[in-house]
């Protein structure tokens, strides 16, 4: 591929535009839960987009020098390239990027401090820490088989939950129960990636729980998270109904169906392609498809909430 240093294309290519799905499904889940609770409101729902997608582009520019600085992209690198590893994107050039778009996304997020008061400056410090120390640090988190924990707490139950709570003002318990389980759908991304790299992540001393637990667990470990964060989902939403609504009967729960079935059908046939492929450069083309089902899933699970408003 023909790219020319530290040229727009590269940034582009960097900032891994198919991976920005995960910082815009918990926001759009978030912003569908202050609905449900009658409290929407579009421009802190819009400054969380934005400081979201933002630390995305930042995370996976740190993941991209780290990596590359720790020998984990070396020539049988199987992911998409690596813009630092490929010599697209300097390591110096690389780190004032990171500064430049933390710092964009801070100034734009202190937006928030209108509407949560000054704790959201504490949500933006560990929103940075989290950042850096996923890929590099001394105890970084995707090194050392907490990757996925951390995924689900930050794209689960940071981001929905504060999302929700700049417009709510509040944390009721299903915000937590649908953050767990959209986290759990976010991570399926980091699952497929893990899976694929399993081999190659093992010779360079990265231990995500894949390489601890191997192939079958990263093949089944996809599907379930899938089948129980739809299942939770679901489960969450009916209890909710149940406990306040008395109106709320078995027509309206069968209804609620077509959201876990719809995505979980989705994500099956995106397993099933898993299950055929296994190992190589063939699994990046489900990286887009697990993407979409991300979106499907934050979508009807979007619309169910608007739908039942209270």
């Known amino acids: 591929m023909e790219v020319e240093k530290n040229s727009v294309k590269a940034w582009l290519l960097a900032a891994r535009p198919k991976t920005l799905a995960a910082a815009v499904v918990p926001v759009m889940v978030g912003s569908a839960l202050a609905y449900y609770y009658g409290s929407f409101k579009v421009v802190p ?17 740190i993941n991209d020098l780290y990596d590359f600085l720790k020998g984990s992209d070396g020539e049988n690198r199987l992911g998409p390239l690596r813009a630092t590893a490929q010599g697209w994107i300097t390591p110096e050039c690389m780190r004032i990027g990171i500064l430049v778009v933390v710092v964009i ?8 401090l209108f509407y949560g008061g000054f704790r959201m400056i504490f949500v933006g410090a560990f929103c940075v820490v989290f950042a850096y120390f996923y890929t590099s640090g001394p105890y970084p988190l995707a090194y050392n088989g907490l990757g996925d924990v951390a995924v689900v707490l930050f794209f689960g139950v940071v981001a929905v ?19 767990i389980t959209t986290g759990l759908v976010v991570n399926t991304l980091l699952v497929l990636n893990n899976y694929r790299d399993r081999d190659t992540d093992k010779e360079s001393g990265k231990r995500t729980i894949i390489v601890r637990l191997g192939e079958k667990f990263g093949r089944f470990f996809y599907f379930w998270s899938g089948i129980l964060a739809a299942t939770a989902a679901y489960l969450s939403l009916v209890f909710d109904e149940m406990s306040e609504d008395a109106s709320f009967g078995t027509f309206d729960i069968t209804l609620l169906l077509a959201f876990p079935v719809i995505y979980v059908a989705f994500h099956y046939f995106t397993w099933r392609r898993i299950c055929v492929i296994r190992e ?10 697990t993407s979409r089902n991300m979106l499907v899933f934050s979508v009807l699970l979007s619309v169910s909430l608007i739908l039942l408003c209270r």
């Open 105 to 112: 996304a801070s100034l734009v997020g202190s937006v928030l």
């Open 45 to 61: 729902a819009l400054a969380c987009l934005f400081f979201a997608v933002m630390m995305q582009i930042a995370a996976n520019l």
């Open 161 to 179: 939950g504060f999302t929700c709570y700049v417009q709510l003002l509040e944390w009721p318990w299903l915000v937590t129960a649908v953050g």
């Open 280 to 289: 190589g450069v063939r699994l990046n083309s489900l990286i887009g498809e």
